[in-house]
């Protein structure tokens, strides 16, 4: 029978960072309903969903001496809680013979690997339903039972679309393990390794390795894990007699599937790169909602086809789970507080769709005989399609395939790489079918013997790590941290790469490390590292470059992506520092902050976004260098924060941007972060097939280091305040254009001047002012824009042009100019008003035009430095740089725009309030003379042009907001 995915919802508590920044709690549950608080609305009502379950893990509870969360409010639920509901039914679902599937969706650090896998005392589901299967086959071995109970474990992880088999590393070959397709198990990847396991111990003993090979490959190839999705698999095996005294086997397949954070779904595709093949950055998540919502259209009676196969290995792992015979259900894990709120919808609204979708699970459950039979009868069919398929004929490997619809329109070669594939699968399947029967023939003792059981002791392990200084490493996803540790058991301890002779005693992988990188010395209680030759070493965010003392709990970076804390067991009782509060981020922070960005705790939430986003970029920045130099491609990258005055737009956060230069020839590129992101994933696959000694080199259109030179570069900008004419006044400028570091590279001569009713210009001399920009609404205004000309710009850029934007207007452009670094644009637009509306009013007031300044660049012949003269590699003329630079500093430059118009404005109206005050005086004057005591009021307004209370002294921005009582008659109006 059909039955719905059963879905979850987590909120895990506000992590230190979001209590550090006084975050929010946007997320609300009672009974199964989650609700949830725009906090950009907070009044509105919230949004609500239903689940199956609605957790709340956010407070309420109390941790005891063993470091187990447990509840102290009744509505918090604890790892058992959720372990009863959803883990127990998967349990349950084994013992009944029908394979399941949990899987775990949700943003980055919202909690998945906690329900799944759990931390420390606080075992997720993973572990207690392990240890759950095991004590019930001993309860039933107990009670006299005689079946025989077969446990099999494997582990896997796509990352980057490669499935690699976690328990076997030697294994992943360039590719990963390919994933084929079984007539009747469907998708599988060939050569998994299963391990089988006869008790719960060697479970926990193969995770920790797999876990532990996760965290190598992550840190050698600097791979931000949380972009992985990691799939435990446990296949149960209950063998008894039936009442006809056959031998039968009931066999459950049960997958926890552990996702990659949702939140990068999006960079596929949007980067606004040209290099979009490499985006795959997490296509699979991007295609599991694809095929989310095809199945939920499907369940609410549409006819539509399914995408599984489409580029993603994760659909086709999951698509039994997804689809076919497999009980589901899914964890939904989200974050409290209120600047994930984006995030979090998201996340809600994907659970919501999943529990429409439904499945059909059945009973695995045959004499063995029998199974032995089929799969003896499903090869010889398989052999038939294999041969009809080499004759030609059209074969397909699953009638119910959806993909296979696609037959008609595909192309010849696509027909022919389907073809091969489809030979393939059988010829695997075929194999996988072999391997299948000559196992059922083996007994469980036979297989248990082939594989090594030998498991370690922890305790006597932890204990010498206790005792041995050492470095235990930090990783961003928490799960990973503290799984690779290297004691320093000698007195001198070298550290280097697998080129090392003779070999390092700590060999370390991946970018920037040396061959001989740098040595650890332990004289007594004082330990101390040295730095070999220019190696890159960090302690504490800072570079070292001589013997320097470690003490205890230090965060040591080796090279770029080799981030460690180290233990000193002398001073381990002494420390200040908490073992807890060292995490990779704030070892990123301190990185960062060193290399010149402002790490205050920011106040705001575009703040603490930016700052969130340069704790990810610097590392990743730091990592293209390396390649770069590596792979001697001339280019480096810096990362620049653009506020948004500097991207173009008159208001807007501050984005990170990266920088790339040509040192050859100087060009520029800014990258957004997407764009980056996605390059560097490219140049990490450049950088992995030159390791693995493959032909590395791409042609240009496909290369990560390259952009075309005929690309815009943005020169700079100048901001132009339109308040003058809310005051129609006139505004003849000449104003310092700001590159976006904040240096000035030139001028622009603009003019702004408002038009009288016959279009004539209205200028200094026209005593038309008006006191309140409010008088305008409901008038007319013309004015016209000029862009005359811009003088001393950088000689390397020709083809120069402005844009900007005015109010609503499309982008207007100037022309071109070219081969002058002091083009005249002669530019002039028009622009009509009529009428006035309050939002134009706001607009002239608050907000100003930019207006950016654009060209392509020439290449520089002369060379950049020294270095580079000499014809040295990428290294050499970086380092020149930096020495240049003063010292590799990232830049912190926050272009500061000057907002000279408006200084001119404001001098402009003083200027004529003086005159008033003036004229006023002389009215007085005269009238005294004339021996009044008292000024007629009509004279007075006359001069103020004004009847009600603006007063000379109020500012623009205040009067402004002056409520008008009357309708102002100024003469100032009469022109309009
Ligand atoms: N229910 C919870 N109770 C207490 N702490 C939690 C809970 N859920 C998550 N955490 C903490 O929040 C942090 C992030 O959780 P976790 O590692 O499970 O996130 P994730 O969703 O797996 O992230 P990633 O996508 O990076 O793998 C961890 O430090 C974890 O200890
Ligand atoms: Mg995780």
């Known amino acids: 029978m059909a039955e719905n995915v059963k879905v979850a919802v987590r909120v895990r508590p506000f992590n230190k960072r979001e209590k550090a920044r006084n975050a929010t709690l946007i997320v609300q549950m009672s009974g199964a309903t989650t609700k949830l608080i725009d906090p950009e609305a907070p009044n509105d009502e919230p949004k609500s969903f239903t689940f199956d379950y609605s957790y709340w893990s956010h407070d309420g509870f109390a941790e005891d001496e063993t470091g187990y969360l447990g509840a102290v409010a009744p509505n918090y639920a604890d790892q058992r809680k959720v372990y009863n509901d959803v883990g127990q039914s998967v349990l349950n679902n084994a013992w009944d013979g029908y394979n399941s599937t949990l899987f775990a969706y949700g943003q980055t650090g919202s909690g998945k690997s906690w329900s799944i896998v759990g931390y420390g005392a606080n075992k997720g589901i993973v572990p207690i339903f392990c240890d759950e299967m095991f004590k019930g086959i001993q309860k039933k071995k107990d009670e006299g039972d005689t079946g025989q109970y077969e446990v099999m474990f494997s582990m896997l992880e796509i990352y980057n679309e490669q499935v690699r088999d976690l328990l076997n590393p030697a294994s992943n070959k360039k590719g990963g393990l390919k994933i084929r397709q079984h007539p009747k198990k469907g998708f ?11 008790s719960y111990k060697q479970i926990e003993d ?20 949380s972009r992985a999705h990691t799939i435990v698999g446990v296949t149960f095996v209950q063998k008894n007699k039936n009442a006809a005294g056959e031998e039968t086997a009931k066999t459950s397949l049960i997958n926890l599937v552990d996702l990659a954070g949702s939140e990068r779904a999006d960079s596929t595709g949007a980067t606004g790169d040209r290099l979009k093949e490499g985006a795959a950055i997490n296509q699979s998540l991007s295609a599991l909602g694809n095929v989310i919502s095809a199945l939920v259209d499907k369940a609410n009676g549409q006819n539509v086809r399914v995408p599984y196969r489409g580029d993603s290995a994760l659909t086709r792992l999951l698509k039994n789970a997804l689809a076919g015979n497999s009980k589901t259900a899914m964890i939904a894990a989200i974050s409290p507080a209120d600047i994930n709120y984006d995030e979090t919808l998201s996340t809600l609204r994907y659970a919501d769709r999943a529990k429409q979708i439904k499945t059909t699970a059945t009973v695995n459950e045959d004499p063995t005989e029998k199974l032995i039979r089929d799969l003896q009868e499903q090869n010889a069919k398989l052999l038939e399609k294999l041969k009809a398929a080499e004759s030609g004929q059209v074969i397909r490997i699953d009638d119910d395939d959806d993909d296979n619809d696609d037959d008609g329109k595909m192309s010849d070669e696509e027909m022919a790489a ?17 391997k299948a029967v000559a196992d059922m023939n083996k007994t469980w003792e036979e297989k248990l013997a082939e594989t090594d059981q030998a498991s370690t002791d922890k305790e006597a392990q932890k204990k010498e790590r206790m005792e041995t200084p050492h470095f235990w490493n930090l990783n961003p996803d928490s799960q990973l941290t503290g799984m690779i540790v290297h004691l320093l058991k000698k007195d001198k301890v070298k550290i280097g790469n697998k080129k090392a002779d003779p070999p390092a005693d700590i060999q370390l992988a991946g970018l920037n490390v040396q061959k001989e990188h740098c040595e650890v010395t332990i004289a007594g209680d004082k330990i101390t590292i040295t730095p070999i030759g220019d190696a890159k070493l960090l302690i504490n965010g800072e570079p070292i470059t001589e013997e320097e003392e470690l003490e205890h709990h230090d965060r040591v970076m080796f090279g770029s992506s080799h981030l460690y804390v180290f233990h000193h067991p002398k001073q381990a009782d002494k420390s200040t520092i908490k073992a807890e509060s060292i995490n990779y981020e704030m070892a990123q922070e301190e990185i960062a902050q060193n290399s010149g960005f402002d790490m205050e705790e920011g106040s705001n939430k575009d703040a603490m976004l930016l700052q969130e986003d340069l704790v990810d970029l610097v590392p990743m920045v730091e990592e293209a260098n390396a390649i770069s130099m590596e792979l001697d491609r001339k280019v480096s990258f810096e990362v620049v924060v653009m506020t948004a005055k500097a991207r173009g737009l008159s208001e807007g956060k501050s984005e990170p941007y990266v920088l790339m230069r040509n040192l050859e020839n100087g060009l520029e590129w800014l990258w957004p972060k997407k764009k980056f992101i996605n390059r560097k994933y490219l140049m990490q696959e450049m950088y992995s097939n030159y390791e693995e000694g493959e032909d590395w080199a791409l042609p240009d259109e496909r290369d990560p280091f390259t952009e075309s030179p005929d690309v815009d570069f943005m020169i700079g900008c100048v901001e132009v305040s339109m308040e003058s004419l809310g005051y129609v006044l006139d505004m003849r400028e000449q104003l310092n254009i700001t590159d976006f570091r904040g240096k000035e590279v030139g001028y622009l001569n603009v003019e702004v001047v408002p038009l009288d009713s016959k279009g004539k210009e209205i200028t200094e001399d026209t005593d038309l002012f008006i006191d309140n920009p409010r008088d305008l609404i409901g008038e007319k205004l013309d004015f016209v824009v000029r862009i005359t000309s811009a003088r001393g710009l950088p000689k390397k850029y020709t083809d120069v042009y402005c844009s900007y934007k ?71 003329i970086m380092k020149a740089e930096n020495m240049n630079k003063g010292m590799a500093k990232g830049s912190k430059n926050v272009p500061a725009l000057m907002n000279i118009s408006d200084h001119v404005t404001m001098k402009r109206r003083k200027e004529r309030l003086e005159l008033k005050i003036n004229q006023i ?26 009847s009600n209370a603006n007063t000379p002294t109020s500012n623009a921005r205040s009067g402004a907001t002056q409520p008008q009582e009357r309708r102002n008659e100024s003469s100032a109006c009469a022109i309009l």
Request: aromatic share 6%; proline share 4%.
């Open 188 to 198: 599988y990847a060939e050569g998994l390794k299963t391990v089988p396991v006869s």
């Open 206 to 225: 193969k995770m920790e390795e797999g876990t532990l090979n996760r965290t190598v490959a992550a840190t050698n190839m600097n791979a931000t894990s």
């Open 418 to 434: 389907l073809r091969k594939q489809i030979e393939e699968d059988i010829r695997a399947s075929m194999a996988d079918t072999e």
């Open 806 to 876: 005015l109010f609503l207007d499309e982008d207007p452009k100037t022309e071109k100019v070219s081969g002058t670094s002091n083009p005249d644009f002669n530019y002039e637009r028009k622009f009509h008003f009529d009428p006035v509306n309050e939002q134009f009013v706001d607009y002239l007031m608050k907000k100003s035009v930019v207006i950016q300044l654009w060209g392509k660049q020439i290449p520089d012949k002369k060379p950049l430095n020294k270095a580079a003269k000499e014809g040295k590699d990428t290294k050499a």
């Open 921 to 946: 005086r002389k009215i007085c004057d005269r009238r005294e003379e004339e021996g009044h005591i008292a000024v007629k009021i009509a004279d007075i307004r006359a001069i103020i042009g004004d």
